[in-house]
């Protein structure tokens, strides 16, 4: 069966970076987008960055653009997710999702995910 794991989660002071990860398993990694949603208490649900499995391309919300920067090893089939110049607004459970179309016009789009991982908590301080 399909699984996303993240790790990486946790508490820093606003300016600093984490690094979070997405392990995964039980589908065909190169042929999926992965992508980072978070959200915030009382907000929606939200999509940060996009990796593609097919060709590497990247996306990213605005509110990241030049904060944050995602790759991936498909040998690890692993995600990670750096995100540097953190301010409180990141404050956030931060889940990954695989889309199998394999690139990320859909998360671009707000497209359904076809595999969740459980999520792991980022608290940026002030």
């Known amino acids: 069966e399909a699984q996303l794991v993240e790790s990486g989660g946790g508490l820093v002071q606003a300016g600093g970076s984490l690094r979070l990860s997405c392990a995964t398993s039980?589908?065909?990694?190169?042929?999926?987008?992965i992508a980072w949603f978070r959200q915030a208490p009382g907000k929606k649900r939200e999509a940060v960055s996009c990796i593609s499995g097919e060709n590497g391309s990247t996306w990213f919300h605005d509110s990241v653009k030049g904060r944050f920067t995602i790759s991936n090893d498909h040998g690890k089939r692993t995600v990670w997710l750096q995100m540097n110049n953190l301010k409180s607004e990141d404050t956030a459970v931060y889940y990954c999702?695989?889309?199998?179309?394999?690139?990320?016009?859909?998360?671009?789009?707000?497209?359904?995910?076809?595999?969740w991982g459980k999520g792991t908590l980022v608290t940026v301080s002030s």
């Open positions: 039980g589908f065909t990694f190169r042929s999926y987008g």
């Open positions: 999702a695989a889309d199998r179309s394999g690139y990320c016009v859909g998360t671009s789009l707000g497209a359904a995910m076809d595999y």
